[in-house]
């Protein structure tokens, strides 16, 4: 899930590159919210890279506010994000 992700890499060193496409999707959607600041491959390019520059302030705060994205093993607050953003909790993709 997009905020799952933005989680995973808010303390990683940066730049992030995946090339991982679930990972690119969830990018794609924290890209849209401001979350991130990211380099994303066009659907044309044969080579699909997308690299993280930066953890917004936003995205931080989002972080910060609501926590993690689970409580105790159950669905938490970013999965109800995740699916009032129409991001399919199997697939990964946008739907």
């Not at 999707?25 to 990211?38: D, I, M, N, Q």
């Not at 689970?70 to 669905?75: I, K, L, M, N, R």
Request: aromatic content about 6%; proline content about 7%; glycine content about 8%.
């Amino acid at each position: 899930m997009p905020m799952n992700l933005l989680d995973q890499i808010a303390d990683r060193p940066m730049p992030y590159v995946t090339s991982d496409e679930r990972e690119i999707e969830h990018l794609r959607v924290l890209h849209k919210a401001g979350h991130v600041l990211c380099q994303l491959p066009s659907e044309q390019m044969h080579r699909h890279e997308a690299v993280v520059h930066q953890v917004t302030a936003l995205g931080r705060r989002v972080l910060r506010h609501f926590g993690p994205s689970t409580t105790y093993g159950q669905p938490g607050f970013w999965h109800c994000v995740d699916v009032a953003l129409g991001v399919a909790p199997d697939s990964g993709s946008v739907a």
